[in-house]
T-cell receptor, first 114, second 110 residues
Framework: DAGVIQSPRHEVTEMGQEVTLRCKPI?????LFWYRQTMMRGLELLIY????????DSGMPEDRFSAKMPNASFSTLKIQPSEPRDSAVYFC????????????FGPGTRLTVT | QKEVEQNSGPLSVPEGAIASLNCTYS??????FFWYRQYSGKSPELIMS????GDKEDGRFTAQLNKASQYVSLLIRDSQPSDSATYLC??????????FGQGTELSVKP
């Protein structure tokens, strides 16, 4: 069974540009999570969805960040406009097999904003 | 007080020794507890889940949970250099959301 799929794996962009990160969760999982990881702040939860509905977006840093989940097999995290301080590794994770809440992470997208 | 606390390390142990990683959490209603391993440049990988008080063993790994003391630990027996990684403790206390600790860096010296 395929794991969580993320694209692109690496993204280098200039300040002010729009960035779109993509995620395909594990089939059958009904929770999807977006995280950001930096050396300074560790692993931060940005937003999570349940059955395609955003449940908690309190971790989204500011209005420049937005996330959507148009269907059960696809989600996007968009940054517009991007800034150098957005440089980080962004992970998508999914869970939902019963009550266990075990989360499985994708390989991540390493974003560099110059 | 942070919701989930771990010693940042680094924790250094010789090959073959037992590595002991500790985690405390603040919310008494927490129900599910997880240990993730993260190699440098890679994503977190789930290695252990524990839901009830006591010990749970899986190969060289043992997770220990004490809800009264709000404490969860991970023991790695016969540590190998390949175990060198950052270990993240995570706790579930609100729907599907996990709260992660900052992680403990483990270094196993040959």
């Amino acid at each position: 069974d395929a794991g969580v799929i993320q694209s692109p794996r690496h993204e280098v962009t200039e300040m002010g540009q729009e960035v779109t990160l993509r995620c395909k969760p594990i089939s059958g999982h009904d929770y999807l999570f977006w995280y950001r990881q930096t050396m300074m702040r560790g692993l931060e939860l940005l937003i999570y969805f349940n059955n395609n509905v955003p449940i908690d977006d309190s971790g989204m840093p500011e209005d420049r960040f937005s996330a959507k989940m148009p269907n059960a097999s696809f989600s996007t995290l968009k940054i517009q406009p991007s800034e150098p301080r957005d440089s980080a590794v962004y992970f998508c994770a999914s869970s939902g097999e019963g009550w266990s809440y075990e989360q499985y992470f994708g390989p991540g997208t390493r974003l560099t904003v110059t | 007080q942070k919701e989930v606390e771990q010693n940042s390390g680094p924790l250094s142990v010789p090959e073959g020794a037992i590595a002991s990683l500790n985690c405390t959490y603040s919310d008494r209603v927490s129900q599910s507890f997880f240990w993730y391993r993260q190699y440098s440049g890679k994503s977190p990988e789930l290695i252990m889940s524990i839901y009830s008080n006591g010990d749970k063993e899986d190969g060289r790994f043992t997770a220990q949970l004490n809800k009264a003391s709000q404490y969860v630990s991970l023991l790695i027996r016969d540590s190998q250099p390949s175990d060198s990684a950052t270990y993240l403790c995570a706790v579930n206390n609100q729907g599907g959301k996990l709260i992660f600790g900052q992680g403990t860096e483990l270094s196993v010296k040959p």
